[in-house]
């Protein structure tokens, strides 16, 4: 198998996984503590932006570890 050409396509499935990973934690606890999605959805809002706020410091910093972000991918 040819990985060359599976990495585009591992490269476009990491936002959603991203997004997925970042979205379990406080949609999971909504759910356990019968609370409100809708901080639940800030809570998604302000871990990707923290998420994408890494990923753009590591990147001005060749900083390989700020790089990858909270999802470490």
């Known amino acids: 198998m040819d990985w060359k050409k599976l990495t585009p396509l591992f490269e476009a499935t990491k936002e959603p996984l ?40 590591g990147k001005a910093n060749n900083n390989e570890q700020l790089t990858r972000g909270l999802t470490r991918f």
């Open 18 to 57: 991203r997004l997925l990973v970042l979205a379990i934690i406080p949609f999971g606890i909504a759910y356990v503590q019968d609370l409100s999605y809708e901080w639940a959805t800030i809570a998604l809002v302000v871990l990707r932006f923290l998420d994408k706020l890494f990923h753009e410091l």
